[in-house]
């Protein structure tokens, strides 16, 4: 079960995977910007970046590229806040479809929650499994 004192706070363990029953109401009372999107559909890299920018409100000069979806998720100038919460539901589809596409995207997002890290601001993601 994901708790809201975990997602307080700014860690480099910042990918998480729930079922459903585990997201905590709570959540809406934190401190942190919550976005949510849904990655059922996602089988390609341009999907991806699709969602992740509908999801992330992204301004409309992303790129929709690996390097400029980097840029964005370590500049979040647009949509300052205490911290960050993506959620993306239907995950187990998202997962089985493309494995590959969502590993690359973890591993982006990894990159940029250690920067948030540093900057002491929580940069956390969930999959919805």
């Known amino acids: 079960m994901i708790r809201l004192m975990d997602l307080k706070k700014p860690s480099t363990v910042s990918v998480h995977f729930v079922r459903p029953d585990e997201m905590k109401a709570d959540l809406a009372f934190s401190e942190l910007t919550i ?3 849904s ?3 996602v089988t390609t890299d ?3 970046f699709a969602a992740i920018a509908s999801a992330m409100q992204f301004p409309d000069y992303f790129g929709s590229n690996w390097d400029a979806l980097d840029e964005c998720l370590c500049d979040m100038d647009w949509l300052p806040a205490e911290g ?3 959620i993306l539901r239907n995950s187990t589809k998202g997962w ?3 494995p590959y596409v969502l590993g690359r995207f973890v591993t982006t997002w990894l990159e ?3 920067y948030w890290a540093e900057e002491k601001i929580p940069f956390h993601l969930v999959f919805v499994m």
């Open 35 to 37: 976005l949510e999107g």
């Open 84 to 86: 960050y919460l993506l």
């Open 96 to 98: 089985s479809q493309n």
């Open 39 to 41: 990655i059922a559909d």
């Open 46 to 48: 341009a999907q991806l």
């Open 112 to 114: 940029a929650s250690a």
